[in-house]
């Protein structure tokens, strides 16, 4: 009889052995659990008051999440909204804006809908929709101013996002030719 004694033949028993093991460690762990008696201590004694600094590392929203840090770098984009108050109307975007109060009223709804819910990231998307609308409604008052009436205002937006539109559409038609 000769004996085996190779590569192949240490890794399988190797593994056996791990295998083996594995399954009578789990053994112990679950028959020591099942015979504790004694309670959980974490249940028994009241939660110690945590700091601020705490509460904000260990919440599901807390700064070592992307919950936090997302709205947060969010109000780069309705801060620079609010700057455009000092451009004059004429130079403002009808259908730039008109997305942002979009955007905003969207996932201001989304905040509340997700888990965990999200209060910092459904403040900037409110104000988001706010800073939009404001701008929104002076592009409108502008273009009364200039027309003479809300109506006529009102239809020229129609206009101008119809051509945006249609614009876009050419685009990715454009696109969609050349990938083919």
Wanted: with cysteine; net charge positive; charged share 20%.
């Amino acid at each position: 009889m000769s004996s085996r004694v190779g590569l192949r033949y240490l890794v399988q028993q190797t593994s056996r052995q791990a295998q083996f093991q594995t399954r009578s460690q789990i053994r112990q762990t679950v028959q020591r659990r099942a015979q504790t008696t004694a309670a959980n201590p974490a249940v028994e004694t009241p939660a110690q008051p945590q700091s601020l600094f705490q509460r904000l590392w260990t919440s599901e929203v807390g700064i070592k999440t992307v919950h936090f840090w997302a709205p947060v770098m969010k109000w780069g984009v309705v801060l620079s909204g609010a700057a455009d108050f000092l451009r004059p109307a004429e130079k403002l975007s009808l259908s730039q804006n008109a997305a942002l109060v979009a955007t905003g009223t969207i996932w201001t709804r989304w905040c509340f809908v997700i888990r965990p819910k999200n209060m910092l990231l459904a403040a900037v998307n409110a104000c988001l929709a706010v800073v939009g609308a404001i701008q929104c409604s002076r592009i409108l008052a502008y273009q009364s101013s200039q027309t003479g009436s809300v109506e006529a205002a009102a239809k020229e937006m129609g206009r101008d996002l119809k051509g945006d539109a249609t614009s876009l559409e050419h685009k990715v038609e454009k696109e969609i030719k050349a990938r083919t």
